[in-house]
């Protein structure tokens, strides 16, 4: 398995320009995420999925936007970039909660530069 | 609010000497904890988790997590540090929210030295 993978690795945009963020899994999870990292502090969500079709916001969707036509797939679009958006994105996925399992996978990330 | 503390910007720690990194969490109801690992320019990886049971769980890596309810901690901890341990450690929380998110403390950087 190749587990949860991102693309890009790195992107500079400029202000005002859009770009997807691509994240697959191919562990058939149901739960997929996307999450934040800002230096010094702890991640923060911006979007989650619960299945196909099944999309939410999370504490900071503002800017951003999800799909998730597929089980593998949960792209998430910027429009507008904005440098309050420059950050290291991570892309997560989990088992639903009867499997028993809690915890989250993570891809290796996307880090972005609005400028 | 629920949170989860991790007090230490920085632990340093000698190869071969027993290491700790602490977290504290506040959250209603039993937690669901973790800890991840990061490594430069890395993705999180899991370490260990805890849910229910005993309150020492073991994980990846040699590492180890105690849970006490009454402090409210769930610390780290390994009995002999290795220079390849240095790295970010994440402290989480479960929430039964937002898809069961995860609540990240700031995390945590040990350094290891030979």
């Known amino acids: 398995n190749a587990g949860v993978t991102q693309t890009p690795k790195f992107r500079i945009l400029k202000i005002g320009q859009s770009m997807t963020l691509q994240c697959t899994q191919d562990m058939n999870h149901n739960y997929m995420y996307w999450y934040r990292q800002d230096p010094g502090m702890g991640l923060k969500l911006i979007y989650y999925s619960v299945g196909a079709g099944i999309t939410d916001k999370g504490e900071v969707p503002n800017g951003y936007n999800v799909s998730r036509s597929t089980t593998e797939d949960f792209p998430l679009r910027l429009e507008l970039a904005a440098p309050s958006q420059t950050s290291v994105y991570f892309c997560?996925?989990?088992?639903?909660?009867?499997?028993?399992?809690?915890?989250?996978?993570f891809g290796p990330g996307t880090r972005l530069t609005v400028t | 609010a629920q949170s989860v503390a991790q007090p230490e910007d920085q632990v340093n720690v000698a190869e071969g000497n027993p290491l700790t990194v602490k977290c504290t969490y506040s959250?209603?109801?039993?937690?669901?904890l973790f800890w991840y690992v990061q490594y430069p320019n890395r993705g999180l990886q899991f370490l260990l988790k805890y849910i229910t049971g005993d309150n020492l769980v073991k994980g990846s890596y040699g590492f180890e997590a105690e849970f006490n309810k009454s402090q409210t901690s769930f610390h780290l901890k390994k009995p002999s540090a290795l220079v390849s341990d240095s790295a970010l450690y994440f402290c989480a929380v479960r929430l039964m929210e937002y898809g069961n998110k995860l609540v990240f403390g700031a995390g945590t950087i040990l350094r290891v030295k030979s």
């Open positions: 959250v209603s109801g039993n937690p669901y």
């Open positions: 997560a996925s989990s088992y639903p909660e009867l499997a028993g399992k809690y915890e989250q996978y």
